[in-house]
């Protein structure tokens, strides 16, 4: 039982638009939707930092050690979209392997971390576009970035352009992504290579340091005062990449190409990363003076604090700041655009299977893109980016941490989704018993880890304090925790709340448990997989063939190619009665 050929050109029947997308566009996709200039920009400063205890020089191993379960995890999509390329990833794939309540919750964590971060990006997009128009000799305007009025009315204006950019297709997201990840990418780069240019050629500054080899070693960290809290931090540079896999149903061989573009996508990340991060610590240093890279004043926009020094004062040091400028306001934009595209896609799947109010299914019947899904994305954003800045500006800086939990909530759940998912045909092969059950098992332990340590420390009162040193709590809690876990449990009232609507989902009737069984094709049809749109659901068969009616054929329900010889039965299921798994 093997999973080499996808099923189709159209992995399913929800009306978007099929093929829209190759390898090139998922990657690009799934890049820029981690928005890297703005999550180097914003969070490197944190990484250094650490805990109570500083990593330092250490934070391109931080950088490195957060990449290990990132890979793990997108093994576990790329292993889980070869058996069911479905645009709700999560949503559907934990609710295939371990019922409706675990992946209605794992749908909900993709979208309130989406809806939160989408504040902070707006905020970012609003600020450096006074910054960036402003640096052509407009200081009037570019003192507005300090205006919060200002900057939340442009927050709002790019919430809504990129909005509208999504509804109106696929390929335009797609087109308008290579332009803002290229200039973003090269920016990126040729500010690595200037910093590292100057200490190499002893043309940096005093406290500027040799890169080592060493810096790669984060193991001689305290972990619970170093490494987990800057682990937190660093985990979010990474988020997004899953980006590539919510748009499977759009895009050519959906069942192997989303995979491959999340892989690819996080190993460019982490090439990108660990460069510019090398390239950072090396020129500013790790002290907290000046454009060190401890200086709590540099945390929220270390390249801001670096550049001026970087590139000097003169027209060419004005320019390369404006460009340096526009690097991270393209990212931050960029990302809002796609962090719009898997939330629409997940409610869009959401609502295919009844799991939430069916009109967020409807499609565009010209563009193709999920019409209330999109739209409904970009006005909640909205409230939401309106309701955080009406308390306090102070809070967007909870909203790192907060999502970080929920990251670690969502991912890992895919990995476990993974695992059991894949149960019953893990030792089939070497392969399998590495990437659809070890991989994606470590990434999720990994992850749980990460949100339990997470948990704790951000509900302290004084794990998180603002400009003034004063605690960032919510009922005196840590801010972060506060957020974090209530959005999760935000997400379980309004599942309790449609589940006595109406409970056709929550009852398994329209996304039904399974695993990664043999299933029998309906007489005189071809192969179905068993989707509510399918109309026949299959009949899942013993390995040994001993309840395969006489005539018909077996199909794996991996791949849908036929299976002619039986197998041993597999280990019995402890979910099912005795004489099912016998």
């Known amino acids: ?170 390929e335009v997201s797609a087109r308008v992504q290579y332009v803002l990840l290229a200039f973003e990418v090269v920016i990126l780069i040729f500010f690595a290579a200037f910093a590292l240019v100057k200490v190499y050629t002893g043309n940096a500054e005093p406290y500027s340091l040799i890169p080592q080899l060493s810096w790669f070693n984060p193991f001689t960290l305290d972990f619970g005062q170093t490494i987990a809290p800057a682990l937190l931090t660093a985990i979010f540079i990474y988020w997004g990449w899953d980006t ?39 020129f500013a240093g790790v002290g907290d003076k000046g454009i060190g890279l401890a200086n709590p004043a540099n945390s929220s926009d270390v390249f801001s604090a670096i550049g001026p020094t970087l590139f000097g004062s003169g027209p060419v040091g004005t320019i390369l700041m404006a460009l340096l400028g526009f690097s991270i306001l393209t990212s931050a934009s960029a990302s809002t655009q796609t962090t719009i595209l898997p939330t629409a896609r997940t409610s869009l799947s959401m609502a295919v299977y009844k799991a939430i109010p069916e009109r967020f299914a409807r499609i565009h019947p010209r563009f193709l893109t999920p019409t209330w899904s999109t739209i409904g994305m970009g006005l909640i954003s909205a409230l939401f980016y309106l309701a955080f800045t009406a308390v306090s500006v102070s809070l967007l800086n909870a909203l790192i941490g907060s999502i970080g939990l929920m990251i670690a909530f969502y991912y890992g759940l895919t990995g476990f989704a993974c695992v059991w998912f894949y149960r019953k045909t893990l030792f089939t092969s ?86 990664d069984d043999l299933v029998l094709s309906p007489a005189g049809t071809e192969p179905v997989f068993g989707l509510p749109d399918s109309g026949v659901p299959p009949t899942v068969i013993a390995p040994d063939f001993s309840n395969l009616p006489p005539g018909r054929k077996a199909f794996n329900a991996d791949t849908l190619e036929p299976v002619e010889e039986p197998s041993e039965l597999p280990p019995a299921d402890p979910d099912l009665p005795r004489k099912e798994s016998e």
């Not at 099929?18 to 200039?37: C, D, I």
């Not at 992850?447 to 709590?473: E, H, R, S």
């Open 430 to 515: 070497f392969r399998h018993a590495i990437m659809r059950g070890l991989f994606p098992l470590a990434g999720g332990l990994m992850l749980l880890a990460v949100f339990i340590y997470g948990v704790y420390n951000f509900a302290q009162p004084d794990w998180l304090t603002d400009a003034n040193g004063k605690n960032v709590t919510i009922l005196g809690i840590g801010a972060e925790a506060v957020v974090g876990i209530g959005g999760l449990l935000l997400g379980i009232v309004l599942m309790i709340v449609w589940r006595v609507i109406r409970p056709q989902y929550f009852r398994g009737e329209t996304l039904p448990r399974r695993s």
């Open 244 to 282: 590539a896999v919510s748009v499977n149903e759009e895009t050519r061989d959906p069942g192997r190409t989303p995979g491959r573009a999340a892989i690819i996508s996080t190993l460019l990340l982490l090439a990108t990363y660990a460069i510019v991060t090398v390239a950072a610590v090396a």
């Open 1 to 170: 039982m093997t999973s080499t050929t996808p099923r189709s050109d159209e992995a399913g029947d929800k009306g978007l638009k099929g093929g829209a997308l190759g390898l090139l566009s998922s990657v690009v996709v799934g890049v820029a939707s981690t928005a890297p200039a703005y999550s180097l920009a914003a969070s490197l400063g944190f990484i250094v930092v650490g805990g109570t205890l500083a990593a330092g020089v250490k934070a391109p191993g931080i950088v490195l050690l957060a990449f290990i379960p990132m890979y793990l995890i997108a093994v576990a999509y790329q292993e889980l979209n070869k058996a069911e390329p479905d645009c709700g990833t999560t949503f559907t794939w934990a609710a295939r392997a371990f019922g409706p309540v675990t992946g209605w919750m794992g749908g909900w964590g993709i979208i309130i971390a989406d809806v939160i971060v989408m504040s902070n990006l707006a905020q970012i997009a609003g600020q450096y576009s006074y910054t960036f128009v402003g640096s052509f000799g407009l200081p009037g305007v570019a003192a507005l970035a300090n205006n919060n009025l200002a900057v939340t009315i442009a927050g709002l204006v790019w919430i809504a352009l990129m909005t509208w950019i999504c509804y109106r297709g696929i």
